[in-house]
């Protein structure tokens, strides 16, 4: 690996004659790369369009189709990764350049995961659920992804919004195959996905959000005549009515029937092949080789450290009697807002205030930081009780800003810890490493949109290494009260990686992980999304490891913002991968100052 990256970020290659069969080479992986990545977005139309790939006019195509919630677009789609792993095999990868190189070893790592999810499919990605299934994901589609510039993008949104139905149906009868092989989902997230879908058709049609961002988004389109916009909506409106609250309706009555035949174990380990499902997830969300029993220990360790950081701070402040839980609670409640729409309206505010000082801020962290507009704002309503706050990166062409989301849930209208919440999702967490990727015309595309997808160790544990940062650099002096809530963050965080190693392997309750401080509507998130939660606090470790291995081996010439330009310019990347192209750095370096 390390030959493989020893001159990754070069930010020019000097070629001699002698090398012009080299660069052959290279244009062909090149054209293998953008190939084989238009292949694959064209068979995903929500991706295609949430990152704008295609020029215009292919892109109206896939504006009027929605991606299929079926088993056989799921197996098609790993078959198209076989093909790929196998193009790649092909390459002349001797002669490419080293970001070729590292690129496709992106490539190949994360097309593999997808093939080696493909025995575990029934048991991964339930269709139907409060977090991530086809309920929430048709509707952020319309709500977030779908582009409005002109007259065209408002009909395609209505041929879109023809199809929401046949997809729920699709989702609907994944999920009814799964129940007539046994494999259920705890009662209880049943129970959560049923009322989250029940509020969502309770919404009168004006009130529910596929017709009120029509409305919204529509309202100044250049071509769009105020009659013709009229028809759209009240077309809308009986698309709603008569065809997608029928098949939400459906789903509902599927999943009330999977109820007598569920129980409320909580793991992965209710399967008998659970613990290899388990493994297979986390090796795909933390991109190492740690055990579930190696995870939970580091959790546990972290826990300790964090809450004896808190303790001293807690101290400061004259807080010293009940348990870190306790003490954060009563923090919560003198930080909260009214729960009115004034009260949201002014968390809101105050979140859209930190984001622009983070700005400046990072200015002495940072020497390159993304052109990429972020905007802030909340979920729809009806899914203020199972979400959580989340970024949804701009589209390369920038048809829409970057934007991140939060709940405006009673539980989250306090101020505690929101600093830390925007500095993870927004500035310099998600958005500074997301944005300056996607800003990045070194690397190939698939690179800079994540066309096979994220790699959430690097991404989260970036966000969290963000939080951290801005504490370690001083942004909370004056602030104890912030500085507490950026720990009880990275306790969250550690506390994870014990409640979810807990539910999957270790026979934990719901209950359980209520108890161990992580709120019922984050555990039943680790329910549906194994693994994923560990990710976070695993990828900060590794930065921050890294990070003072960089600064112990360089001493005085060690650079923060250079060591932030490694990393981010990096990509998305394994965490093996980004620990090679550091050590790299550090050798470079130290050879250039000898």
């Known amino acids: 690996m390390a030959s493989v990256l020893r001159f990754f970020f070069l930010s020019v290659l000097l070629l001699s004659p002698a090398t012009y069969g080299q660069e052959t080479a290279q244009q062909q992986i090149d054209m293998f790369f953008s190939g084989f990545t238009d292949r694959w977005m064209q068979s995903n139309p929500?991706?295609?369009?949430?990152?704008?790939?295609?020029?215009?006019?292919?892109?109206?195509?896939?504006e009027q189709q929605l991606t299929p919630w079926t088993m056989n677009y799921r197996l098609a789609r790993i078959g198209l990764a076989r093909e790929g792993l196998a193009g790649l095999q092909t390459l002349e990868l001797s002669s490419a350049s080293p970001e070729q190189q590292l690129s496709a070893?992106?490539?190949?790592?994360?097309?593999?995961?997808?093939?080696?999810?493909?025995?575990?499919?029934?048991?991964?990605?339930?269709?139907?659920?409060?977090?991530?299934?086809?309920?929430?994901?048709?509707?952020?589609?319309?709500?977030?992804?779908?582009?409005?510039?002109?007259?065209?993008?408002?009909?395609?949104?209505l041929i879109r919004l023809r199809q929401v139905d046949d997809r729920m149906r699709e989702a609907t009868a994944e999920s009814s195959r799964r129940m007539a092989l046994g494999i259920n989902q705890p009662a209880f997230i049943l129970n959560a996905t049923i009322e989250q879908m029940q509020r969502f058709i309770a919404n009168a049609p004006q009130d529910n959000p596929l017709i009120s961002t029509l409305v919204q988004k529509s309202a100044d389109l250049i071509g769009l005549e105020g009659t013709r916009r009229d028809q759209l909506v009240a077309e809308a409106i009986e698309i709603l009515e008569g065809e997608i609250y029928p098949a939400w309706q459906g789903a509902i009555s599927q999943l009330e029937s999977q109820l007598s035949s569920a129980t409320d174990d909580a793991g992965l380990s209710r399967f008998a092949n659970g613990a290899e499902i388990y493994q297979n997830r986390l090796e795909a969300y933390t991109s190492t080789t740690l055990t579930a029993d190696e995870i939970h220990q580091i959790g546990l360790d972290e826990v300790a450290r964090i809450e004896a950081e808190m303790e001293t701070l807690f101290g400061q402040i004259g807080m010293t009697e009940g348990?870190?839980?306790?003490?954060?609670?009563?923090?919560?409640?003198?930080?909260?807002?009214?729960?009115?729409?004034?009260?949201?309206?002014?968390?809101?505010?105050?979140?859209?205030?930190?984001?622009?000082?983070?700005?400046?801020?990072?200015?002495?962290?940072?020497?390159?930081?993304?052109?990429?507009?972020?905007?802030?704002?909340?979920?729809?309503?009806?899914?203020?009780?199972?979400?959580a706050a989340s970024y949804s990166a701009a589209p390369l062409d920038l048809s829409r800003p970057a934007i991140f989301q939060m709940p405006l849930r009673e539980?989250?209208?306090?101020?505690?810890?929101?600093?830390?919440?925007?500095?993870?999702?927004?500035?310099?967490?998600?958005?500074?490493?997301?944005?300056?990727?996607?800003?990045?015309?070194?690397?190939?595309?698939?690179?800079?949109?994540?066309?096979?997808?994220?790699?959430?160790?690097i991404t989260e544990g970036w966000a969290l290494y963000a939080e951290r940062l801005a504490a370690e650099s001083g942004w909370y002096e004056g602030d104890i009260e912030g500085h507490l809530g950026q720990l009880e963050s990275a306790l969250f965080r550690a506390r994870r990686l014990v409640v979810d190693t807990g539910l999957h392997t270790k026979g934990w309750t719901r209950q359980q992980a209520i108890d161990y401080g992580i709120a019922p509507s984050e555990v039943e998130r680790y329910v549906?999304?194994?693994?994923?939660?560990?990710?976070?606090?695993?990828?900060?470790?590794?930065?921050?490891?890294?990070?003072?291995?960089?600064?112990?081996?360089?001493?005085?010439?060690?650079s923060i913002q250079e060591f932030h330009n490694i990393v981010l310019r990096a990509g998305v990347v394994p965490l093996t991968m980004l620990e090679a192209i550091v050590d790299e750095y550090i050798a470079d370096t130290q050879a250039q100052n000898l």
Not at 108 to 113: A, D, H, I, T
Not at 147 to 153: E, G, I, K, V, Y
Not at 334 to 363: K, W
Not at 435 to 451: D, H, V, W
């Open 411 to 457: 539980n989250e209208l306090t101020l505690f810890s929101k600093r830390s919440l925007v500095y993870h999702e927004t500035v310099p967490g998600h958005h500074f490493q997301l944005a300056l990727i996607g800003e990045n015309s070194n690397l190939p595309r698939f690179m800079q949109m994540r066309a096979y997808g994220g790699i959430a160790a």
């Open 46 to 62: 929500n991706a295609a369009v949430s990152t704008a790939y295609f020029d215009a006019a292919r892109q109206n195509e896939f």
């Open 528 to 558: 549906v999304l194994p693994g994923q939660a560990c990710s976070y606090m695993i990828g900060q470790l590794k930065i921050v490891e890294l990070r003072e291995r960089a600064r112990s081996a360089l001493g005085s010439v060690f």
């Open 105 to 157: 070893e992106v490539m190949q790592w994360q097309l593999e995961s997808t093939v080696a999810a493909e025995p575990l499919l029934d048991y991964i990605d339930f269709p139907l659920n409060q977090f991530d299934g086809a309920n929430n994901g048709l509707v952020s589609t319309f709500t977030l992804n779908h582009p409005f510039q002109d007259a065209l993008d408002a009909e395609n949104y």
């Open 323 to 387: 348990s870190i839980a306790e003490r954060v609670s009563a923090l919560r409640d003198r930080l909260a807002y009214p729960n009115t729409p004034e009260g949201r309206d002014a968390l809101v505010s105050d979140i859209r205030n930190f984001l622009a000082d983070a700005l400046e801020r990072s200015a002495l962290l940072f020497d390159t930081m993304p052109v990429t507009p972020v905007i802030a704002q909340p979920f729809p309503e009806f899914m203020w009780p199972n979400a």
